[in-house]
């Protein structure tokens, strides 16, 4: 099993940063995306940004140039810093691990969810 244990969310205001960080333990792939998804109320869940165990990031195109995502993977760690962040940013942020097994088998982590609050 994979454990995620997220921390970094609060409250801000719009124009501030925050950085949220998540940590995971279990049996983690060498092969494997970590990345973190955002739920607003009465949203769909949506990508945020990933990035793979060899470095590759992408993002969702509403944060590209104010949020960047980073790894360790000694570590098995993934970082967000999220900056000039906006009252839309508002959300619960999920981290996200997911195991490639091979070509055709993968396994999907979730950690229980941080709340990030911009206030206008």
């Known amino acids: 099993q994979v454990q995620l244990v997220e921390s970094g969310g609060g409250l801000v205001q719009a124009g501030g940063s925050l950085r949220l960080s998540c940590a995971a333990s279990g049996i983690i792939t060498g092969i494997n995306v970590m990345g973190w998804y955002r739920q607003a109320p009465g949203k769909q869940r949506e990508l945020v940004a990933s990035?793979?165990?060899?470095?590759?990031?992408n993002y969702a195109d509403s944060v590209k140039g104010r949020f960047t995502i980073s790894r360790d993977n000694a570590k098995n760690s993934v970082h967000l810093q999220m900056n000039s962040l906006k009252p839309e940013d508002t959300a619960v942020y999920y981290c996200?691990?997911?195991?490639?097994?091979?070509?055709?088998?993968?396994?999907?982590?979730w950690g229980q969810g941080t709340q990030v609050t911009v206030s206008s």
């Open positions: 996200s691990l997911t195991n490639t097994w091979s070509w055709v088998s993968k396994s999907d982590y």
């Open positions: 990035i793979t165990s060899a470095g590759s990031t």
